[in-house]
């Protein structure tokens, strides 16, 4: 297992849905041609996955229940300002018992989570309306939303890396 707080990453951030899809791009061609190589613990089909998973829950709407109220104050006290300002979550968080519907697909392969990730992107270019609260840090406008999932984006595939 690795440490994903002290692995290796890229510089990565984005300020646009086309930068994040220019990324993804230049990913996928790396793959294909057999050259994406990964500094952490989930495979990249795990990470397309996963922030598919997440990004469809905000359009979609979360799961039934609430989360601890420890954590819903850390994330509206603490973390809400750094996310919506473009700020990456932090590396090596654990997913919380209770919110396992975010973790990866078993045996998810790199086009399903790629398509999962594209289709999110996709609704919201067209128009598609997020849910107005998130479990974690409340209230949030369209393009907090658009911001949080740019950050959490960036973070998790700063893990990989297209060697050319």
């Not at 990249?44 to 104050?73: M, N, V």
């Not at 973390?79 to 919506?84: H, P, R, T």
């Not at 594209?118 to 609704?123: G, K, L, N, P, V």
Request: hydrophobic share 35%.
């Amino acid at each position: 297992m690795i440490n994903t707080k002290q692995a290796p990453r890229r510089e990565l951030s984005f300020s646009s849905l086309g930068d994040l899809k220019a990324e993804l791009d230049r990913l996928d061609a790396a793959h294909a041609a057999g050259n994406l190589e990964n500094t952490g613990n989930w495979k990249p089909a795990e990470i397309y996955d996963h922030l598919g998973r997440f990004w469809t829950c905000s359009l979609d709407g979360f799961p039934a229940g609430k989360l601890p109220l420890p954590l819903r104050l850390l994330g509206r006290f603490v973390f809400k300002k750094g996310a919506i300002s473009g700020s990456q979550p932090p590396p090596g968080f654990k997913i919380p018992k209770g919110a396992e519907h975010f973790l990866p697909r078993d045996g998810v392969t790199y086009e399903q989570g790629a398509e999962a990730l594209r289709t999110c992107i996709e609704r919201v270019e067209k128009g598609d309306s997020y849910v107005p609260e998130s479990p974690l840090f409340g209230k949030l406008t369209r393009d907090q939303w658009t911001t949080i999932h740019l950050g959490h984006c960036a973070m998790h595939l700063s893990f990989l890396d297209p060697k050319s």
